[in-house]
C-alpha cells in the first residue's frame, strides 16, 4: 500500500499539512465530525466512498485508489477499517511524508467509544488480522488473501489461513503432552519444557495446504453442492517450524516400530461431548527419521501462535493439515488408525459418478496417503498459486 500518487486537491491539501508529523497522523481533530465504525465499515465500494481509518482518524482514499502503487486490490483489503495492520506487514509506509499524504484525505475521526486497533472476533479467541477472508467464525475459519500470499515465500504467522474443526482451547494451556499405546514398556509424560531440554531442537520449512484448497473452484457442473468450507487459493502457508523430532522421542522412549501400525493424535480441541479432535498417520511416516515429523513449538522464529496450536502441535511435512494436530495433549501408538469422524468419514474424495451419501467411505482412500506425498509437490501447489494471481493482475 505505497502511498504515491495524489490527486491536484489532495495535492493542495497535502501543502497546507505538510508539515504533519508521525507524532500527529491519526490524532483527534476536534474541527471533523465523528463516525461510528459501523457506519465506516459501510464505506467499502466505490458508490459509497472507501473509507479507511489510522489512529482516531476516517479517511476517505477514494480517489487515492487508482494511483495506488501497489494496486487498487492491495489497498482495498483495508477498505472499512484500519490500515495500521496492513502496516505492519508493508512498514514502508510509516513514514511523515507518507503520513502526511494520508492526513489529506482526512474526513473525520473515529467516534470516542469505538477507538480500537482490531477488532477480535469473538472475546474469547485471539486477536486475527482482518485481512483474513473468514468463511466460519466459530470455529474460526479464514485463508490469506491471495494478494498477501505472494509476497513472501515464507507465511507471516497472523497472515497464515486458520483451520479449525472445533472451537480454540480458551482454558489455561496445558504443556504436557502424554506419550502411550503399545510398544512402549511404560506410559510417558513430557512438557513442552522437557522437550527442549532433552532432546535436539530441530527446524524444518515445510508448506502446508489445506485439503480443502480450491475447494470453492471445484463445483460440479450438474449442480450439486461440494462438500465442505469454499476455501479458495489462501488456505495454504509456508512456515519455518521449529522443535523436536517426534521420532527422537519415540527412540528415548523406547517405542517397538514393529509393533506399531498407526500413530494417532488428539488435540486439546473438544467437541459438545468433550471428544478431542483426533487423527493418525501410519507408524512408517511417524517413524521415519527422513519425513521430519516434529512436535513443534515454535513458528518463524515466535512462540507458536495460539490459533496455530500453542503450546505444541504437531508438523507432518508433505501432508495435508489436517493431519498436523494443533493443541497437542496424546499421542497414540496403535495397531489400528483412529475412528474418529475425521480420520473416517471426513478428507477423502470420492468419484463424481457417485455421492457422499451414497458413497462406502470404508473403502475411500484418505487424502493424506493419495495426493499429498512429497514436499516437491506441495512447493508446486504454492508456486502455482503465485503464478495464476500474478497472470491475473
Known amino acids: 500500500m505505497s502511498y504515491g500518487h495524489q490527486s491536484s486537491a489532495q495535492a493542495g491539501r497535502q501543502s497546507e499539512s505538510s508539515d504533519v508529523g508521525e507524532m500527529q497522523a491519526g490524532c483527534r481533530q476536534a474541527d471533523l465530525p465523528d463516525y461510528r465504525l459501523t457506519d465506516i465499515r459501510q464505506h467499502r465500494t466505490a458508490e459509497m466512498g472507501v473509507w479507511v481509518t489510522y489512529g482516531e482518524g476516517v479517511y476517505d482514499i477514494s480517489d487515492f485508489m487508482v494511483g495506488h502503487p501497489g494496486g487498487s ?6 477498505a472499512g477499517g484500519s490500515v495500521e495492520p496492513f502496516w505492519d506487514v508493508y512498514a514502508i509506509h510509516k513514514t511523515s511524508h507518507v503520513l502526511a499524504i494520508l492526513e489529506s484525505m ?10 480500537v486497533s482490531v477488532v477480535q472476533s469473538s472475546p474469547d479467541e485471539p486477536q486475527r488480522h482482518p485481512a483474513l477472508r473468514v468463511h466460519a467464525s466459530r470455529p474460526f475459519n479464514a485463508e490469506t488473501p491471495e494478494q498477501l500470499l505472494i509476497d513472501d515465500f515464507i507465511t507471516p504467522n497472523d497472515l497464515f489461513y486458520v483451520r479449525s474443526h472445533l472451537p480454540v482451547p480458551v482454558e489455561q494451556p496445558v504443556d504436557v503432552v502424554e506419550l502411550t499405546g503399545v510398544g512402549l514398556r511404560r506410559p510417558v509424560s513430557l512438557s513442552v519444557s522437557d522437550l527442549r531440554r532433552e532432546f535436539r531442537r530441530h527446524t524444518v520449512t515445510t508448506t502446508m495446504p489445506c485439503a480443502g484448497t480450491r475447494r470453492s473452484h471445484m463445483s460440479p457442473v450438474d449442480g450439486r453442492a461440494v462438500r465442505g468450507l469454499p476455501w479458495g487459493v489462501g488456505s495454504v502457508g509456508t512456515a519455518r517450524w521449529t522443535g523436536v523430532l517426534l521420532r527422537d522421542v519415540l527412540e ?9 501400525n498407526h500413530v494417532r493424535f488428539q488435540g486439546g480441541d473438544t467437541d ?10 501410519p507408524a512408517s511416516t511417524a517413524f521415519d527419521r527422513r519425513r521430519d515429523v516434529l512436535l513443534a513449538y515454535e513458528m518463524n522464529g515466535q512462540q507458536l501462535p495460539l490459533d496455530h496450536g500453542y503450546p505444541l502441535r504437531v508438523i507432518v511435512p508433505g501432508t495435508v493439515g489436517a493431519r498436523q494436530v494443533k493443541w497437542l495433549r ?7 488408525e483412529s475412528q474418529s469422524f475425521w480420520q473416517q468419514n471426513d478428507y477423502k474424495t470420492v468419484n463424481p459418478s457417485t455421492s457422499w451419501e451414497t458413497a462406502d467411505l470404508s473403502q475411500v482412500t484418505e487424502y493424506n496417503t493419495m495426493i499429498w506425498r512429497t514436499h516437491a509437490q506441495i512447493f508446486l501447489l504454492k508456486l502455482l498459486v503465485q503464478v495464476t494471481f500474478a497472470r491475473n493482475c
Open 272 to 281: 459438545h461431548e468433550g471428544q478431542p479432535y483426533e487423527v493418525s498417520v
Open 73 to 78: 486490490d492491495r489497498i482495498r483489503l483495508a
Open 330 to 336: 496424546t499421542i497414540i501408538l496403535s495397531t489400528d
Open 252 to 260: 528415548w522412549a523406547g517405542a517397538r516400530e514393529d509393533l506399531v
Open 106 to 115: 482526512r474526513v473525520g475521526n473515529v467516534h470516542p467509544d469505538d477507538v
